[in-house]
């Protein structure tokens, strides 16, 4: 019923619902009953929505604040798992069987979790026992980011438009969709004491202050002087140039790499708000503009879409 964004054979959990690799439906138990600790923290968003940016903060915050950790340049898969990762690969194939939930059981406490399943595909005790850092982004920037993604990775190899791809986005056809079920979801608990509600704009705008109330959520303590040390760490610029982020480990079997080829700025791209107006012609803008009306006021939440 979609042909998808690149991604083979999708899967769609139910009408209007997720749409995911065909692999989730072997995990999806594991997933569902997967045992948070207390003292996880689950970085949690819709793909392009700033992720690896607050994995970065979040990790370096609870585990490295003063910037001497043995593990800083390591890949942010290695200290942040993907919780989900294992059905976008095929290492199970290989009689290798949930290999990131074995690398979550490894992953020294406090754990920085990643994850772009929504709430509702989430233990439903979640929020009990576990932090959870939600990050938005604009829709705008979110699907400019995520027809660059869907380019540059070579699992997904997407040769068609960016015209199409819009298309995709809006009819819920692209990987993790539908956007607007997973922000809602999200926003709905934003009063929730375990969760944090973060936007993109936000925390690229008054890094400061986002990065102050992080710590308030987080009890981290940190200094306003380590505050501001991880501000420069995990700033876009000095992210850029850390190599190795998204890179494998050279003594690793499996790989985690994104495998991501460098067109047009790699992962890394721009980082910035409002870079959809370079992007998007007049009939996409307009396209999307319909679609978020029908969805924005329904959800009660404010967008920054520009500088
Ligand atoms: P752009 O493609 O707009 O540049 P995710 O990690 O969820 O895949 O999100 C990727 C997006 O976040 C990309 O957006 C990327 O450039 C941006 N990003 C990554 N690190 C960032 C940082 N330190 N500051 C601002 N944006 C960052």
Redesign the pocket.
């Known amino acids: 019923d979609f042909t998808g964004c690149g991604y083979q054979d999708l899967l769609r959990l139910s009408p209007g619902r997720w749409l995911y690799p065909r692999l989730y439906m072997k995990y999806a138990d594991k997933l569902y009953n997967f045992e948070f600790k207390q003292s996880d923290v689950l970085v949690m968003?819709y793909?392009?929505?700033?992720?690896?940016?607050?994995?970065?903060v979040v990790w370096t915050m609870l585990n490295n604040p003063d910037l001497k950790h043995s593990k800083t340049h390591q890949p942010i898969m290695y200290r942040s798992p993907f919780l989900e990762l294992d059905m976008f690969t095929d290492l199970a194939e290989d009689g290798l069987e949930g290999v990131m939930i074995k690398l979550l059981e490894t992953t020294p406490d406090p754990r920085t979790i990643k994850t772009h399943l929504p709430l509702s595909l989430m233990p439903s005790s979640l929020l009990n026992t576990t932090k959870v850092v939600y990050?938005a982004?604009n829709p705008k920037?979110v699907v400019?980011?995520y027809y660059?993604?869907c380019r540059i990775t070579k699992l997904v190899n997407y040769k068609s438009s960016l015209e199409q791809f819009v298309r995709y986005f809006v009819d819920d056809n692209v990987v993790y969709g539908p956007y607007w079920l997973h922000v809602k979801e999200a926003w709905e608990k934003r009063q929730h004491p375990n969760l944090h509600f973060l936007f993109?704009e936000d925390?690229?705008t008054d890094t400061m202050a986002e990065l102050g109330k992080l710590n308030d959520f987080l009890g981290t303590m940190l200094t306003e002087n380590q505050l501001e040390r991880v501000a420069i760490h995990?700033?876009?610029d000095?992210?850029?140039t850390r190599k190795a982020l998204l890179g494998e480990m050279e003594d690793d079997p499996n790989k985690f790499n994104l495998d991501i080829i460098s067109l047009d700025?790699g992962?890394?791209?721009?980082?910035?708000i409002g870079?959809w107006q370079t992007k998007l012609t007049p009939p996409m803008e307009d396209k999307i503009n319909k679609w978020i009306e029908d969805n924005l006021n329904e959800i009660g939440i404010t967008f920054k879409f520009s500088n």
């Open positions: 968003t793909p392009k929505c700033g992720t690896t940016w607050v994995q970065e990050v982004r920037d400019t980011s660059h993604h993109y925390l690229k995990t700033s876009f000095e992210m850029k700025g992962f890394f791209r721009k980082g910035d870079d």
